[in-house]
Nanobody, 126 residues
Framework: QVQLVESGGGLVQAGGSLRLSCAASGRTLSIYVMGWFRQAPGKEREFVAAIKWSSDRTKYADSVKGRFTISRDNSRNTVYLQMNSLKPEDTAVYFC???????????????????WGQGTQVTVSS
């Protein structure tokens, strides 16, 4: 099992920045990909960004490209999501997730991720 704990959410004005963190514990050696998803009220959970656990390969949703950056620190078993130029439409609960099955690909479907954090609220005011 892998446990994931997110932190760093909060309230920020449009144009501002936040950095989310996701600390992994447990069987972290089983992780192939770490991803960030978000879910706004009344909407489905959507892919934001993901990173391979053992390389610098990343993938981003088109809506966040150029504004968000995903990174990881394996020594701390932590993944980060740096969010710049935030917009009101970025408001959502952000979830960290781990894929322990797909070694060679980064997927964007939440159904493909095996472990989830509890989520952290990000609110962007206009």
């Amino acid at each position: 099992q892998v446990q994931l704990v997110e932190s760093g959410g909060g309230l920020v004005q449009a144009g501002g920045s936040l950095r989310l963190s996701c600390a992994a514990s447990g069987r972290t050696l089983s992780i192939y990909v770490m991803g960030w998803f978000r879910q706004a009220p009344g909407k489905e959970r959507e892919f934001v960004a993901a990173i391979k656990w053992s390389s610098d390969r990343t993938k981003y949703a088109d809506s966040v490209k150029g504004r968000f950056t995903i990174s990881r620190d394996n020594s701390r078993n932590t993944v980060y999501l740096q969010m710049n130029s935030l917009k009101p439409e970025d408001t959502a609960v952000y979830f960290c997730a781990a894929d322990a099955r797909r070694r060679f690909v980064i997927t964007t479907s939440p159904n493909d991720y095996d472990f989830w954090g509890q989520g952290t609220q990000v609110t962007v005011s206009s």
